[in-house]
């Protein structure tokens, strides 16, 4: 793992105990993905965007999201999505239905997440948000262990980054209206406040 410079000023704990240390959770897994690249110079993370997957759709703990976001989907997958074929797609966390959660993208780095996006009239949220994917579907209740690591984890990223204000924890269909629909009407925004 390389050492950051300046790893001290990303280094915040929460009462919960979940801290940002050289741009990884705490408790996370790391997943390095090869779907990533670098920030534009000087861009630090003022977004987070909530996603919403499952593979195969309504499936949970497949191991397949996952494999997608390594670049290493299974075969069988292969043939039922094609359409997931070479896709280079990544988001910095998954935060599987249990509440644990994989990183796959060191948060200063961009992670390929949100497509064709804006925010505010900013366009290409990847370059300065943070993706979060939820495994669940747009119209499925997500689990309570999502919602309680959400809770440790979004202060961990607000503390971290200052520029991550409460009301800019969005979800994808707010970034990509009419392209995107998740993470759905089944998410309670109301839990996050």
Do not use: S, W
């Given at each position: 793992m390389a050492t950051h410079e300046h790893e001290h000023e990303h280094r915040t704990a929460t009462p919960a105990?979940?801290?940002v240390t050289a741009h990884w959770l705490q408790g996370a897994s790391r997943l390095p993905s090869?779907?990533?690249d670098a920030r534009p110079a000087g861009v630090e993370p003022s977004l987070v965007i909530l996603?919403?997957?499952s593979l195969p759709p309504g499936r949970f703990g497949t191991g397949v999201v996952e494999s997608l976001f390594l670049g290493q989907l299974p075969v069988p997958e292969q043939r039922a999505y094609p359409d997931?074929?070479?896709l280079r797609v990544s988001s910095h966390l998954f935060m599987?239905?249990?509440g644990s959660i994989a990183q796959?993208?060191?948060f200063d780095r961009r992670a390929w997440h949100a497509g064709r996006s804006a925010w505010r009239g900013?366009?290409?949220c990847n370059d300065f948000s943070i993706g979060i994917e939820l495994e669940g579907m747009d119209l499925l209740p997500y689990a309570d262990a999502q919602y309680d690591a959400l809770a440790r984890t979004l202060p961990a990223l607000r503390a971290a980054y200052p520029g991550i204000v409460q009301d800019a924890i969005v979800g994808h269909e707010h970034v990509a209206p009419g392209r995107k629909t998740d993470p759905g009407p089944a998410f309670e925004w109301h839990r996050l406040r």
């Open positions: 105990g979940d801290a090869p779907h990533q996603h919403g997957i997931l074929v070479g599987r239905r249990d796959f993208v060191p900013r366009a290409g």
